[in-house]
């Protein structure tokens, strides 16, 4: 840096910080020669041999503004505190509490407290000495600790129920006053504790057929809510800083960490966030990654961002042998050659939505019908558009190739536009019947189809046709639903949560998740929540004639997901406006199966 520098503004994204939640306030420079620049592109103090920088400094407050907080919940105010606590030098912070309920509720915790206290007598706890920084100073009656010298700083558990401060000043370490102009000051409110996502079990189901517990496998399927769309607009009723990104990631790869599934479907997984952090994170946790971004980007928070399918599998439990890219912008350009030129401007301007699907061809590890398992000959990245593929023969160890083919998509969502969704999923259905016709090979179709149990779209999925006289056809301006009797397929699907109504009542759980289906279609309530709109729009389907459920996620009740304070999805627990869904699938017995279910993959769904 050349020349002097000038602060002109600091702000954060989000004034409420969160335990493990990077803060990274903007900070506005003006250089020497009047352009403007963010922090990024200047030097911090120390970082450099540079005269001129920025000196960044992070504070605790030692005694909390406005009052203390409740230890058990931080976003509280206290209204009691323990004598006994007092009495015997016990950590000061965890003597407050919100109301006696509270206290009374967690006194058995309270009585160990006070227990290793006197245990560790004069070696007990005092306030200072859980601060990481060693300079302190007091200013308008409050007294602050220094914890960071960073331009970023991430709160730790001990910064929970405390307030923040950031101080920013220009700096020019060859003056006797190296301070320059203003130090710009930020103040937050109490750092909240760490994300906690839902905690949801699995269960059990009694299978309907006769299978096999060897290689069973569970499959998940969630839309993320890409930080494209997490707009305050579009979601008002979520806090900021619930919807912001940085907490929204922790909160989700907690969520999908804690469910372990082997294969998870996730939608409106934005390009970058795959590629920065969910790729990384997922595959330190074991997992092997495919990805398919859509081809238009938008323009967002002063960037371009697109989204995509996302499809990861657990490593040592399958390898990928074949991957097949849709993009359903290909088929409207082919389907739009038939037109008339003087209507193919408005038939591309109706079929080009940009939507796309993911399908991979995954062989098991552990073959469910053999003694013996292993990879055989998979593994490969290959496209849509490699020749050859792979066949279904006996693998080195003398068992049978076990192979399940996994489509992973997101529809579009214009209700506006059924006859589009319509043909985007019938377009699915078909490139996968086309895998189907080389290889007897187990489906799995999972994703967002944007579509609601019982309409056009739905039929054709679960039940293989569409009738002709649904009043969805009727919406048709470009024909192609026309004849009604091509809207079929032969795939042997059904959709894996409507079993459960079918199942015997095992204990509470099944009676509970029962409760949770709608009477009328078997399928959940709700998989998405918002203020204007609930239902569901998820779906896991399966073939019948080779796999069958044995477990499925239970499903959240309502109230769960909605409260006085958040109309719906998002919120600070759940961080979409979709609810994840996740299947156990086991193998269904073949007759005479010693040497197993398989087959090979070697057709183009396109």
Same mark, same amino acid.
Request: a neutral charge; hydrophobic letters at 35%.
């Given at each position: 840096?050349? +020349?002097?520098?000038?602060?002109?503004?600091?702000?954060?994204?989000?004034?409420?910080?969160?335990?493990?939640?990077?803060?990274?306030?903007?900070?506005?420079?003006?250089?020497?020669?009047?352009?403007?620049?963010?922090?990024?592109?200047?030097?911090?103090?120390?970082?450099?041999?540079?005269?001129?920088?920025?000196?960044?400094?992070?504070?605790?407050?030692?005694?909390?503004?406005?009052?203390?907080?409740?230890?058990?919940?931080?976003?509280?105010?206290?209204?009691?505190?323990?004598?006994?606590?007092?009495?015997?030098?016990?950590?000061?912070?965890?003597?407050?509490?919100?109301?006696?309920?509270?206290? *009374?509720?967690?006194?058995?915790?309270?009585?160990?407290?006070?227990?290793?206290?006197?245990?560790?007598?004069?070696?007990?706890?005092?306030?200072?000495?859980?601060?990481?920084?060693?300079?302190?100073?007091?200013?308008?009656?409050?007294?602050? %600790?220094?914890?960071?010298?960073?331009?970023?700083?991430?709160?730790? &558990?001990?910064?929970?129920?405390?307030?923040?401060?950031?101080?920013?000043?220009?700096?020019? !370490?060859?003056?006797?006053?190296?301070?320059?102009?203003?130090?710009?000051?930020?103040?937050?409110?109490?750092?909240?504790?760490?994300?906690?996502?839902?905690?949801?079990?699995?269960?059990? $189901?009694?299978?309907?057929?006769?299978?096999?517990? #060897?290689?069973?496998?569970?499959?998940?399927?969630?839309?993320?809510?890409?930080?494209?769309?997490?707009?305050?607009?579009?979601?008002?009723?979520?806090?900021?800083?619930?919807?912001?990104?940085?907490?929204?990631?922790?909160?989700? $790869?907690?969520?999908?960490?804690?469910?372990?599934?082997?294969?998870?479907?996730?939608?409106?997984?934005?390009?970058?966030?795959?590629? =920065?952090?969910?790729?990384?994170?997922?595959?330190?946790?074991?997992?092997? @990654?495919?990805?398919? #971004?859509?081809?238009?980007?938008?323009?967002?928070?002063? !960037?371009?961002?697109?989204?995509?399918?996302?499809?990861?599998?657990?490593? =040592?439990?399958?390898?990928?042998?074949?991957?097949?890219?849709?993009?359903?912008?290909?088929?409207?350009?082919?389907?739009?050659?038939?037109?008339?030129?003087?209507?193919?401007?408005?038939?591309?301007?109706?079929?080009?939505?940009?939507? %796309?699907?993911?399908? @991979?061809?995954?062989?098991? $590890?552990?073959?469910?019908?053999?003694?013996?398992?292993?990879?055989?000959?998979?593994?490969?990245?290959?496209?849509?558009?490699?020749?050859? /593929?792979? +066949?279904?023969?006996?693998?080195?160890?003398?068992?049978?190739?076990?192979?399940?083919?996994?489509?992973?998509?997101?529809?579009?969502?214009?209700?506006?536009?059924?006859?589009? #969704?319509?043909?985007?999923?019938?377009?699915?259905?078909?490139?996968?019947?086309?895998?189907?016709?080389? !290889?007897?090979? &187990?489906?799995?179709?999972? /994703? =967002?189809?944007?579509?609601?149990?019982?309409?056009?779209?739905?039929?054709?999925?679960?039940?293989?046709? %569409?009738?002709?006289?649904?009043?969805?056809?009727?919406?048709?301006?470009?024909?192609?639903?026309?004849?009604?009797?091509?809207?079929?397929?032969?795939?042997?699907?059904?959709?894996?949560?409507?079993?459960?109504?079918?199942?015997?009542? *095992? =204990?509470?759980?099944?009676?509970?998740?029962?409760?949770?289906?709608?009477?009328?279609? /078997?399928?959940?309530?709700?998989?998405?929540?918002?203020?204007?709109?609930?239902?569901?729009?998820?779906?896991?389907?399966?073939?019948?004639?080779?796999?069958?459920?044995?477990?499925?996620?239970?499903?959240?009740?309502?109230?769960?997901?909605?409260?006085?304070?958040? !109309?719906?999805?998002?919120?600070?627990?759940?961080?979409?406006?979709? %609810?994840?869904?996740?299947?156990?699938?086991?193998?269904?017995?073949?007759?005479?199966?010693?040497?197993?279910?398989?087959?090979?993959?070697?057709?183009?769904?396109?």
């Amino acid at each position: 840096m050349t +020349g002097p520098i000038h602060i002109l503004a600091a702000r954060l994204q989000s004034e409420t910080p969160v335990c493990g939640v990077s803060l990274e306030p903007y900070v506005l420079v003006r250089r020497q020669d009047n352009t403007t620049v963010s922090a990024e592109e200047v030097p911090q103090e120390g970082s450099t041999d540079s005269r001129f920088s920025i000196k960044s400094r992070w504070y605790r407050s030692v005694v909390n503004k406005g009052g203390q907080v409740c230890w058990v919940h931080p976003e509280k105010e206290a209204h009691i505190q323990c004598i006994l606590c007092l009495r015997c030098k016990a950590d000061i912070k965890k003597s407050y509490h919100c109301s006696p309920e509270c206290l *009374r509720e967690h006194w058995p915790f309270h009585k160990d407290f006070h227990l290793n206290s006197r245990l560790n007598g004069e070696n007990g706890y005092t306030p200072e000495s859980s601060f990481k920084g060693g300079y302190t100073y007091s200013n308008s009656g409050e007294c602050w %600790v220094e914890v960071g010298r960073e331009r970023t700083y991430t709160p730790g &558990p001990e910064d929970v129920g405390a307030i923040l401060k950031f101080d920013c000043t220009a700096y020019d !370490a060859a003056s006797p006053y190296p301070e320059v102009g203003k130090t710009f000051s930020i103040i937050t409110a109490r750092v909240r504790p760490a994300p906690c996502p839902p905690k949801r079990v699995l269960v059990p $189901l009694t299978p309907a057929k006769p299978s096999v517990t #060897k290689g069973k496998f569970t499959l998940l399927t969630y839309n993320l809510l890409a930080d494209l769309y997490a707009t305050a607009d579009q979601f008002g009723y979520c806090p900021n800083w619930a919807l912001a990104w940085p907490y929204r990631k922790l909160n989700l $790869l907690k969520e999908l960490l804690g469910y372990g599934a082997d294969i998870m479907c996730l939608q409106e997984v934005q390009s970058n966030h795959f590629q =920065d952090y969910l790729a990384p994170e997922l595959q330190k946790a074991g997992y092997t @990654a495919i990805y398919k #971004k859509k081809t238009t980007e938008m323009y967002t928070r002063n !960037a371009y961002a697109m989204d995509g399918c996302a499809t990861f599998f657990r490593r =040592d439990r399958f390898a990928l042998v074949k991957k097949y890219e849709v993009e359903f912008n290909k088929a409207a350009l082919s389907l739009a050659d038939a037109f008339p030129p003087d209507q193919k401007k408005a038939a591309l301007n109706r079929l080009l939505k940009d939507n %796309v699907a993911l399908i @991979a061809v995954l062989e098991a $590890l552990e073959p469910p019908f053999g003694d013996q398992g292993g990879p055989s000959g998979g593994g490969g990245n290959s496209s849509s558009s490699s020749s050859g /593929g792979a +066949g279904g023969g006996s693998s080195s160890s003398g068992s049978r190739r076990q192979l399940i083919c996994v489509a992973n998509t997101h529809i579009h969502a214009n209700p506006e536009n059924n006859d589009v #969704k319509l043909w985007q999923v019938h377009t699915l259905l078909k490139g996968l019947e086309k895998i189907a016709a080389s !290889a007897d090979i &187990p489906m799995l179709v999972a /994703g =967002d189809f944007n579509t609601t149990p019982g309409s056009a779209a739905h039929m054709l999925l679960v039940k293989g046709s %569409v009738p002709p006289n649904n009043a969805e056809l009727a919406n048709d301006p470009l024909g192609i639903l026309r004849p009604a009797s091509k809207l079929q397929h032969a795939l042997p699907l059904s959709s894996a949560y409507t079993v459960v109504a079918g199942c015997p009542d *095992r =204990d509470h759980a099944s009676l509970r998740q029962k409760r949770r289906l709608d009477a009328a279609t /078997g399928e959940p309530k709700f998989t998405n929540v918002t203020k204007d709109f609930r239902g569901t729009l998820d779906y896991v389907l399966y073939s019948t004639d080779s796999l069958v459920p044995s477990a499925t996620l239970e499903l959240p009740d309502e109230t769960e997901v909605r409260t006085k304070s958040t !109309a719906g999805l998002p919120n600070d627990q759940w961080s979409s406006d979709h %609810v994840a869904l996740m299947v156990e699938f086991q193998y269904v017995q073949q007759p005479g199966a010693a040497g197993g279910a398989g087959g090979g993959a070697g057709a183009s769904p396109s």
